[in-house]
């Protein structure tokens, strides 16, 4: 302080009779405390720390004591000695930051008490009651956390470190409601000499300024956590997870119901009729259900918002006419102690999606201008979300109702195998299937098969390339044979595909396996075009992966065979078939869930796959997958005529004899044995007059009667329409006729030809 400013007047007795400003300030204390006091007393009772023991005043604090006539009496003045190295230009400059700074400055003694303020200070505590000066800073400060500070500043104090930029948050003044930020910097104060005398605190109102970026950080939030799923009610909850509680205390979302169920949404001005789903709610209560359906009342904010697509800013206030209209969400709004609303829109163009509620509650500042922008643009970017949620629902919709149209149903049940079926749709749906194909000599066509891709495009190539699939197997082709013409039909499609106009089509990827399995030889035939190795659990329980040579996929640039193996399947053993992610977590020998697949062998069929199905959907895999699990039976031997034939003309009398006497036995009703007798006739006769030795008769007898000739030729017969003239050359023109069908099977040695037809009526009338 300046020199010879005058501190004290001490009468003979030490009773202070004079307390100038300058001692005010420096003692903290008012005149009104200090006349008529001991002043050994107040120096000694002084909120600040004594830096001379017998003086009682503070460090660097130099006085003079003047002894001075009044009357008859003697008085004492003290005076300010001065410090030498504070100039009057210094002295200047401390009194106008401590009178004109906006920033709010305390100057603390050692134990944390404040010693003297600025006047911004003084002015941002306003009349709140007392002085501060004596008391410790956290009771002058509005903090959230005063003995994390009071710790901070005791760090500096000890340290000489200064902290910076600190942000602290307090509650609000009574003129402004909610939470106050403010950024403090500590700096500890010494004197000459270095000694330690208290702190330096500087404080900044920061609150605007957080809560522009607090409103940046928001629109930042909900720009990355909205539209990771392409589902509408997801999206809306995500919605009100990202707004609550940093822009509101409660949001509800309420949207169009067509929208959520993937129509188009209804043109602005909305109708009153049209209902709308709450679709998502956080905060204290909620009117409605989530789920619930109904329209809007008129009158209400949000039935007017819908009409023009203005957000808009609401008081609440209990008298107000629109909650008159809406009883139960007046009820909820009044209840959750909310008193300021805003109500914004969520559309695109002309179109409205629904609307979305955002309410603060007392305890906070209400909205405003900046908040409605920012409520504005946050609906804004939600509305794109959901609106690629709900083209993405209707899309998905199409696509998995055209699957279900295009998969096969439950196939129906055969005699030698047992088939049950897992698939896991996608999120989009896609281009997996699954099929039992039944083919002559009751035998079984198992086939798994993956388009890749998702949506419509995947699910109507899965419809052609499975629609294809059946007229071949149709043609009973080995399974190498028919994953080559598949291929070749699939490479058909793609090539279509591209050439067609403004389009962008990826390139068809599509993997298959196909197992044919023959109950009279118990053998079974396996080829593959990208999907894994089926699996084989023996009865016995043992298992093992089925070495198949690995082909291309269909429709690919490589052009390598599709190698089939064949390996001996005894009855009671179930094979399994699967896409990649099945195979992954079932068939492969390491997988998670390999243990089901063993056990499958003493437990039936159904029971296994649901414990399978069970266990994969708790996996949380969420691709397009599908699971083949068959349990192979043996045709009884009764049920099977085998005869070789003679290679002379002899062979057809021969082989009706043998047919006449099995149908006998089995019962076949009259006509179809008259029939069976015929074709088998037909098809011997071509083969001694076509075929080469040996030639064999085999009757089939399952859910269908099938004729089987074999002999070693390799050439293909064909059908011949012969002239009324001619005596011979209708061999096969007359089974063609006769039979349901007929075709043609190659083996590595010679050929089957082979016809089937429907049962009659038994002979008993079972």
Known sequence: MPSGDVLVLVDEDGRVVEWGRPAEELFGRPAGEAVGRSLGALLRGTAIDAGDPHTGFPDGVSVRIEPVLRGSSVLWRVRAAGDPALSQQDVAVLRTVFARTPVELLVLDRRLRVVRMSAAFGTARGTRAGSPLGLHFTE????????????????????????????????????????????????????????????????????????????????????????????????????????????????????????????????????????????????????????????????????????????????????????????????????????SLIVAPLALRDQALGVVGFYRERDRDPFDEDDLRVASAVCAHAALCIENARQFMREWIIASTLQRRLLPGQPAGRPTVEVSRLHRSGPEGGGAWSDAIALPGARTALVVGDVAGQGIVAAITMGLVRTALHTLAALDLPPDELLARLSETAGRLAAASAALPQL?????????????????????????????????????????????????????????????????????????????????????????????????????LQEACDAIGSAFADSGAGDETVMLVARTGALPADRVLTRALPAGAEAAPIARAAARRQLAVWGVAEETAFTTELIVSELVGNAVRYGAPPLQLRLVLEQMLTCEVSDSAAGAPHMKHARTVDENGRGLFIVAGLADQWGVRYRAQGKTVWAQQPLGAPLDGR
Not at 194 to 221: F, I
Not at 299 to 321: C, K, M, N, Q, Y
Not at 531 to 537: F, K, M, N, Q, S
Not at 574 to 579: G, N, R, V
């Open 504 to 604: 962008d089509f990826e390139p068809l990827d599509i993997g298959c396996v196909i197992a044919v399995y023959d109950p009279v030889e118990l053998t079974c035939t396996v080829a593959r075009a990208g999907l894994p190795e089926p699996v084989a659990v023996l009865p016995d329980g043992t298992s093992a992966t089925l070495a198949v040579p690995a082909g291309p996929l269909l429709s690919g640039p490589d052009d390598a065979p599709f190698p089939a193996t064949t390996v001996d399947l005894p009855a009671g053993s179930t094979l399994a078939m699967a896409t990649t992610s099945f195979a992954q977590r079932v068939l492969a020998p390491s997988a998670p869930l390999r243990p089901l697949l063993d056990g499958a062998a003493t437990r039936p």
């Open 140 to 339: 002058v400060y509005d903090l959230d956390r005063p003995e994390e500070e009071a710790e901070v500043a005791r760090r500096v104090l000890e340290s000489g470190e200064p902290v910076l930029d600190r942000l602290v948050h307090g509650p609000g003044s009574p003129e402004r409601r909610g939470c106050r930020s403010r950024s403090v910097c500590y700096f500890r104060l010494e004197d000459a000499r270095g000694d330690t005398l208290g702190l330096v605190t500087s404080a900044v109102d920061v609150t605007d300024r957080e809560k522009a970026q607090d409103r940046l950080d928001l629109l930042e939030l909900v720009r990355t956590r909205l539209g990771r799923v392409q589902n509408v009610g997801l999206v809306c909850r995500e919605l009100v997870d990202a707004i609550v509680p940093g822009l509101a205390d409660t949001a509800v979302v309420e949207i169009v119901d067509d929208v959520v169920r993937g129509e188009e949404p209804p043109k602005v001005p909305v109708h009153h009729d049209v209902p709308l789903r709450r679709a998502a709610f956080r905060g204290r209560l909620s009117a409605y259900p989530v789920g619930e359906v109904r329209p809007l009342p008129p009158g209400t904010p949000f039935a007017e918002v819908l009409s023009d697509l203005r957000a808009r800013l609401v008081a609440i206030d209990e008298h107000a006419p629109w909650l008159a209209a809406d009883p139960a969400r007046s009820e909820a709004i009044l209840g959750s102690g909310a008193d």
